[in-house]
């Protein structure tokens, strides 16, 4: 696998190899950064009744989503004219959001740094000589890529579904013991936009598809795929008996 001198060449990008690769370095972008740059805020209102004046919380959420760390009454408070005890938000989805967020830092990584190698080493790239070649390699991390897509998106999603029953008006009611009183209601009054958060996993998927289906053409530039086809049969030149 030795690398030959750089030689600037854009004719993979116009192949699938390459083309792909580029929209995986794209799709990797947009993964991490819809998901690692969120915060977000609740406005949570208590109805008290009786003549009490209603009560008013906001709640900041953000990544990485360690709900159990964000207060959401603090000690020694007073809601409703009633004591309460300091009180956080149930739940942490922090593991699949930092999972998520760096395989699609890794992802975007890999990606540029194999854009540079089809642009620059396609030579060295295409070379079978030796136990291993780049293209194996490549092919063998793609597959791996595909599989780790599958998992950290899918975790991710549920994270993010938990992330929503918490903060959401039934999460709420059943945190905080006040709500649970006679004639107090506890509503969400004001959720923070989760958008971006449901487009990271939109694009956790995407990266899926992608990189499963650049399996196949990292395949196809492997020793293993030339192996695998028939070998071209040589005609038998039979001998016509010249005539008399």
């Known amino acids: 696998m030795m690398m030959s001198g750089f030689r600037l060449n854009l004719t ?15 799709t990797s972008i947009f993964a991490f950064g819809s998901c690692g740059s969120f915060s977000g805020q609740n406005i949570i209102t208590l109805f ?13 959420i953000h ?33 699949s959001a930092e999972v998520f967020v760096g395989v699609a830092i890794m992802a975007f990584c890999y990606s540029m740094a194999t854009l540079l190698i089809y642009l620059g080493y396609m030579d060295s790239y295409r070379d079978t000589q030796g136990p291993s070649s780049w293209s194996q390699i490549d092919f063998s991390l793609t597959l791996l890529f595909a599989a780790v897509w599958l998992v950290c998106s899918s975790a991710w999603a549920k994270g ?12 709420i009611q059943a945190t905080l013991s006040v709500c649970q009183a006679q004639g107090v209601l506890c509503q969400v ?16 998927f995407l990266n899926l598809v992608l990189w499963l289906g650049n399996v196949w053409f990292t395949y196809k530039e492997t020793p293993w795929h030339a192996r ?12 016509v008996p010249v005539p008399i």
Request: glycine share 8%; charged share 20%; proline share 6%.
């Open 48 to 60: 008290c009744g009786a003549g009490l004046r209603n009560e008013t919380l906001n709640v900041t």
């Open 228 to 239: 695998s086809l028939p070998s071209e049969e040589v005609p038998v030149r039979r001998h």
């Open 12 to 26: 993979p990008l116009k192949e699938p190899l390459g083309f792909i690769k580029v929209l995986e370095w794209l």
């Open 189 to 204: 009054t004001e959720r923070a936009n989760m958008r971006s958060l449901s487009v990271s996993v939109v694009f956790g």
């Open 63 to 95: 990544y990485p989503f360690r709900l159990n760390e964000i207060t959401l009454v603090g000690a020694n408070s007073t809601l409703c004219g009633r004591a309460v005890q300091e009180t956080h938000l149930v739940g942490d989805s922090a593991f």
């Open 160 to 171: 993010l579904q938990n992330v929503r029953n918490a903060t959401g008006t039934p999460g």
